[in-house]
């Protein structure tokens, strides 16, 4: 079974600037989850997904982020305009439904804002 | 607001004793409790979940206990290896509006040979 895969696994932006990254969970998974994780601390969910909706997004910095799952199944989370305090790693995960199993975690993005 | 606290923040043994982690939450009403292990540079693998009813749960050299009225949970790793290096992360589940995980700030661990 492939797990959850994320892109790009690297990227340096300079502050302003605009980046996205995008997840694709595990096949069948309909929960999926974007975390932030700042050096030594640890994951902060920023939005959840059930299916194509939003369950979550109490943490995520609307002014500036944004975070979409067309058809359910990929997801992408946008940064415009990106600050300093962005530099992080942003990690996604699913699983099988919002109130049951365990969460699965891609590689993570690791975003670095100059 | 449930928060996380893990103890010690590193921990540096020599190879072959007993890694002893410590988790503490302050909501009691969780419904799991997920242990994770982060190598550098990757993503979390999930070691142990504990439900709610259980008091331990096991797999291999590790055991994990859980004492839900005092918020609470050990993370147990007998006889380390240097591939035990790593940091591990624990994370309380409440059950609101799907299942959220909450995470500590993790304790790195480095088993030296």
């Known amino acids: 079974e492939a797990g959850v895969a994320q892109s790009p696994r690297y990227k340096i932006i300079e502050k302003r600037q605009s980046v996205a990254f995008w997840c694709n969970p595990i096949s069948g998974h309909a929960t999926l989850y974007w975390y932030q994780q700042i050096l030594g601390q640890g994951p902060k969910l920023l939005i959840q997904?059930?299916?194509?909706?939003?369950?979550?997004d109490s943490q995520l910095p609307k002014d500036r982020f944004s975070a979409e799952r067309l058809k359910g199944v990929d997801s992408t989370l946008k940064i415009q305009p990106a600050k300093l305090e962005d530099s992080a790693v942003y990690l996604c995960?699913?699983?099988?439904?919002?109130?049951?199993?365990?969460?699965?975690f891609g590689p993570g993005t690791r975003l670095t804002v100059t | 607001k449930q928060e996380v606290t893990q103890i010690p923040a590193a921990l540096s043994v020599p190879e072959g004793e007993n890694l002893v982690l410590n988790c503490s939450f302050t909501?009691?009403?969780?419904?799991?409790l997920q242990w994770f292990r982060q190598d550098p540079g990757k993503g979390l693998t999930s070691l142990l979940l504990i439900q709610s009813s259980q008091r331990e749960q096991t797999s291999g050299r590790l055991n994990a206990s859980l004492d839900k009225s005092s918020g609470r949970s050990t993370l147990y790793i007998a006889a380390s290896q240097p591939g035990d290096s790593a940091t591990y992360l624990c994370?309380?589940?409440?059950?609101?509006?799907?299942?959220?995980?909450?995470f500590g700030g993790g304790t790195r661990v480095l088993v030296k040979p």
């Open positions: 995960a699913s699983s099988q439904g919002w109130d049951e199993g365990e969460q699965y």
């Open positions: 997904f059930q299916n194509n909706g939003v369950v979550d």
């Open positions: 909501d009691s009403a969780i419904y799991n």
């Open positions: 994370a309380p589940e409440i059950k609101a509006a799907g299942n959220k995980l909450t």
